[in-house]
């Protein structure tokens, strides 16, 4: 089946009606996104079916370093995954996290002797050249986790973060009482796109849904633990009475020890992200109320699989993560 302007449209990173003004050749369109289009529609057997001969594949995924455990769990994936596949060279690099200087400068350096890339990215404008350049040069780019609009990029592989937001501020309306309480929320950082997204997704149910919850802080803890333990013992002390908690990103297992510490482990409503190794035994006590869970391995796979195929020239079907609620009673056996 050929593909489609929608197929085209997410593949480039443009809308349906640029692909429309590209394919019929009309005005309105820069030389450099008309490129990115037509390479596009031709990867995707838009002109007919034709497939690029490769031979050995080189991909580069940067990923932040850090305490995040998810993180660290989508690094041992994509590296189990790559091992496995035929034809494949691969490296996973760590950067600093949260610094864009530090993710451009890795994209510079990869540049010269990549065909994929796959990135954690940051919304930033150094990030966003080097991205163009990436292009530009005939390399494949995926946005993992969290993603960049109007930026050339062969896919995004992740959840629906706004979606994911929403779902955070819906559990903990519905489990806390209908009577005015204090809730807070704690961010990695706000220069991810998906925890902006995730802010206002939970932002606008709350608003909606439950205008009787009031948002007394926003903090952002940077996916570190030992951050999330200060500023949620901060926050314990300066509101008692806080009520529920709704974690963006990483550093449940520090917010979790603040909790413990002052004997709130249970009385508070916890909701967070990602089921690791660390945010499981704070499910099993009942520290945490409901993990909203996304899969690195399903997301390595993904990301591999969108890489390896665009740069052999194939038409390749996208299965998006899901999200999943996980609570006590449903913990997944592995």
Do not use: W
Not at 25 to 43: D, F, I, L, Y
Not at 210 to 226: A, G, K, N, S, T
């Amino acid at each position: 089946m050929r593909s489609t302007l929608i197929d085209i449209a997410k593949g480039s990173g443009v809308s349906t009606a640029t692909v429309d003004r590209v394919l019929n050749n009309r005005s309105g369109v820069s030389e450099r996104t008309r490129t990115m289009v037509m390479e596009t529609a031709a990867r995707l057997g838009y002109f007919g079916s034709s497939e690029a001969t490769v031979g050995k594949i080189r991909l580069d995924f940067v990923l932040p370093e850090g305490t995040n455990t998810f993180i660290a769990n989508l690094k041992a994936q994509l590296e189990r995954q790559c091992a496995a596949q035929d034809g494949v060279e691969f490296n996973v690099h760590s950067v600093e996290g949260f610094n864009p200087a530090s993710l451009a400068q890795k994209l510079a350096e990869i540049r010269p002797m990549t065909q994929g890339v796959g990135l954690v990215a940051l919304d930033h404008p150094t990030v966003r050249e080097e991205m163009r350049a990436l292009a530009d040069a005939g390399v494949k780019v995926v946005t993992l986790v969290s993603d960049i609009l109007h930026v050339a990029r062969t896919g995004y592989v992740g959840i629906d973060n706004r979606a994911a937001g929403r779902l955070g501020g819906y559990l903990l309306g519905r489990l806390l009482p209908a009577t005015r309480s204090k809730i807070a929320l704690f961010a990695g950082s706000l220069s991810y796109r998906g925890h902006e997204e995730r802010e206002m997704g939970f932002r606008h149910i709350i608003s909606e849904e439950f205008p009787h919850l009031e948002i007394v802080q926003m903090r952002e803890i940077r996916d570190d633990r030992q951050r999330a333990y200060e500023e949620a013992s901060a926050l314990l002390e300066r509101q008692p009475d806080l009520a529920g908690i709704y974690n963006i990103g990483g550093g449940s297992s520090g917010i979790g020890r603040a909790l413990n510490e002052r004997g709130r482990g249970t009385s508070l409503v916890f909701i967070g992200h990602e089921l690791t190794e660390n945010s499981k035994p704070l499910l099993l006590s009942g520290t945490m109320d409901a993990v909203i869970d996304q899969n690195p391995r399903v997301e390595a796979r993904e990301a591999i699989s969108l890489l390896v195929n665009s740069i052999r020239g194939k038409v390749f079907e996208y299965h998006p993560p899901r999200l999943q609620v996980i609570f006590r009673e449903n913990i997944p056996e592995h």
